[in-house]
């Protein structure tokens, strides 16, 4: 313990401990599996567009699938006049206290399962991009 720690009282020391040991790993694991998810999401919607436009019967280009991966936390596929965003936030959250999660026996048992990652999907007509 270096000379600040030590003037702290040893349960607030303890607390600060604990907070990183228990919530911070927490949210770290959360996000881990966010992100392992939504790169499942992204591989699974690549190949859902190379399918479909495989089976397409249509040769009209306009009517193709056309799937991009936007970086780390987003992906796009346009689809005629639609434009469907895929988006992951980069950070983890807890359910606000009145939400109804803190009511189900899971969260109950333990706190730090209300803890969960966010992700995204908008639909936007493809003219709102054409700025």
Same mark, same amino acid.
């Given at each position: 313990?270096?000379?600040?720690?030590? @003037?702290?009282?040893?349960?607030?020391?303890?607390?600060?401990?604990?907070?990183?040991?228990?919530?911070?790993?927490?949210?770290?694991?959360?996000?881990?599996?966010?992100?392992?998810? *939504?790169?499942?999401?992204?591989?699974?919607?690549? @190949?859902?567009?190379?399918?479909? @436009?495989?089976?397409?019967?249509?040769?009209?280009?306009?009517?193709?699938?056309?799937?991009?991966?936007?970086?780390? *936390?987003?992906?796009?596929?346009?689809?005629?006049?639609?434009?469907?965003?895929?988006?992951?936030?980069?950070?983890?959250?807890?359910?606000?206290?009145?939400?109804?999660?803190?009511?189900?026996?899971?969260?109950?048992?333990?706190?730090?399962?209300?803890?969960?990652?966010?992700?995204?999907?908008?639909? *936007?007509?493809?003219?709102? *991009?054409?700025?």
């Amino acid at each position: 313990m270096n000379n600040e720690a030590m @003037n702290m009282p040893l349960s607030t020391y303890q607390q600060i401990l604990q907070n990183i040991d228990g919530k911070s790993t927490v949210k770290q694991q959360v996000y881990d599996t966010t992100l392992d998810i *939504f790169c499942k999401v992204k591989e699974i919607l690549s @190949n859902l567009c190379d399918s479909i @436009n495989n089976d397409i019967q249509s040769n009209d280009k306009r009517v193709r699938l056309e799937y991009k991966d936007r970086g780390q *936390f987003e992906a796009e596929i346009k689809v005629a006049s639609d434009v469907l965003i895929f988006s992951m936030h980069s950070n983890t959250f807890i359910f606000d206290r009145d939400h109804q999660i803190w009511k189900m026996s899971y969260v109950q048992k333990d706190k730090q399962n209300a803890y969960c990652g966010v992700i995204s999907m908008y639909n *936007f007509l493809a003219d709102s *991009f054409n700025v």
